[in-house]
């Protein structure tokens, strides 16, 4: 069964902060990882994608894989309030099933001005 | 030009009712999906099809039915519908296989009554 787990939240830091979300696979054949947001209504938004070992950084966003401990994160530098949302995290394993997304449940992200 | 659209954007029907949801992407990708979102956010997905072929087919039930007339369009036909389908649905494409990012339509809320 493959998993991907996060924190449900809410997750609340003030504005300027940085936010750090968290997520676990369980498959160890995943190869590649995004970071999804999801406003209130609205729809999932890229806003990263990862696919080695390392930081990956665009803008105020770093996404971190460590793909031994199977473990990826988001770090949001100098958080603001219009970054106030849901992040699902996705794994997505190579070859026949490379099709396929599978994401986590989502942390909701609150940051207070 | 909106990438991946889908029509209607809310729909409210009695249980029992059989309805239609309609995707449409003019990103000339191949592959294109259908997620279902529950009222805790988890973003699951029930279909994939790839060049007009079901490539991905979910434990979901046969109420559900997927077509796809040509790689631009994939519809959701739900039968018989129970209040357990109230949800969000989201149609979602990328282009072939490996680490393309999917892209999401801007959902269908469904509300059976």
């Known amino acids: 069964q493959k998993e991907v787990e996060q924190n449900s939240g809410p997750l609340s830091v003030p504005e300027g902060a940085i936010a750090s979300l968290n997520c676990t696979y369980s498959d160890r054949g995943s190869q590649s990882f995004f970071w999804y947001r999801q406003y209130s209504g609205k729809s999932p938004e890229l806003i990263m994608s990862i696919y080695s070992n390392g930081d990956k950084e665009d803008g105020r966003f770093t996404a971190q894989l460590n793909k031994a401990s199977q473990y990826v994160s988001l770090l949001i530098r100098d958080s603001q309030p219009s970054d106030s949302a849901t992040y699902l995290c996705?794994?997505?394993?190579?070859?026949?099933?490379?099709?396929?997304?599978?994401f986590g449940k989502g942390t909701k992200l609150s940051v207070i001005p | 030009d909106t990438a991946v659209s889908q029509t209607p954007k809310y729909l409210v029907t009695q249980m029992g009712n059989d309805k239609s949801i309609k995707c449409e992407q003019n990103l000339g990708h191949d592959t294109m999906y259908w997620y279902k979102q529950d009222s805790k956010k988890f973003l699951k997905i029930m279909f994939s099809?790839?060049?007009?072929?079901?490539?991905i087919n979910e434990t979901v039930p046969n109420r559900f039915s997927p077509k796809s007339p040509d790689k631009a369009h994939l519809n959701l036909h739900i039968n018989s519908l129970e209040l357990g389908d109230s949800a969000v649905y989201f149609c979602?494409?990328?282009?072939?296989?490996?680490?393309?990012?999917?892209?999401f339509g801007p959902g269908t809320r469904l509300t059976v009554l």
């Open positions: 099809y790839n060049n007009k072929e079901l490539i």
């Open positions: 979602a494409s990328k282009q072939g296989v490996g680490t393309d990012t999917q892209y």
């Open positions: 996705a794994a997505q394993i190579s070859g026949a099933g490379s099709y396929q997304l599978t």
